[in-house]
């Protein structure tokens, strides 16, 4: 007698779930578009899945929650691990400047503002979203750079760079506030990149 074996308990079959090489980044960049065009609390990991030709327990198998899957969302796009070093080889002198610089670049590269634009209209109305962006923008990059600079206080000071980075990400690109809106990048980096060079490194 012959039947079919009763299906395993974890990850999925290959052959259901369009698994193989580049699942994990078409389950990310799936995530990506949709957090962009949905938001964090239209967006779901059955949404993900469908959009990435997979799964659901796939996407749990590689991210977990639907929190992490955000999270994952918002560390391509600030990629800490890579810009930390970076940003820190020229040690106190221009820090302000590269930091200005680097965070500017993030939001005007189209490929990384559009789940960026979910993330910071997420995190004004949902808290799993805003303390992703804490914990993200945050903890694994200003209060690094902080700490790495050995300031007193570097907690206080990566809070008080994060407002002024993240208070003009949300007039430029989310308000569309003018003339800020649409002033050459150079302008706001030469501007703001005194205060931030204040904030983590003067005692």
């Given at each position: ?10 990850r999925p079959a290959r052959s259901d ?67 930390l070093p970076a940003l820190l080889s ?104 005194p205060t931030l060079q204040r904030y983590?490194?003067?005692?």
């Open positions: 007698m012959t039947g079919t074996a009763p299906r395993r308990r974890g779930t369009g698994t193989g090489p580049g699942a994990r980044e078409r389950i990310l960049e799936a995530a990506r578009t949709e957090f962009a065009e949905r938001g964090f609390d239209k967006t779901s990991v059955r949404g993900i899945a469908k959009a990435a030709g997979v799964d659901p327990a796939l996407v749990h198998h590689y991210f977990g929650t639907k929190e992490e899957v955000f999270g994952a969302a918002i560390e391509v796009s600030f990629e800490p691990a890579m810009v020229g040690g106190e002198e221009g820090i302000g400047e590269r930091l200005a610089r680097y965070f500017i670049s993030v939001w005007e590269n189209p490929v990384s503002r559009a789940p960026l634009l979910a993330i910071i209209r997420s995190a004004v109305t949902n808290e799993a979203a805003a303390a992703l962006l804490r914990k993200f923008v945050l903890r694994r990059l200003l209060e690094r750079i902080a700490v790495e600079l050995d300031v007193p206080d570097p907690t206080l000071r990566a809070e008080l760079a994060a407002s002024h980075m993240i208070g003009i990400a949300i007039l430029r690109y989310v308000l569309k506030a003018e003339p800020l809106a649409s002033v050459d990048t150079e302008e706001i980096v030469r501007l703001v990149a983590l490194t003067e005692a």
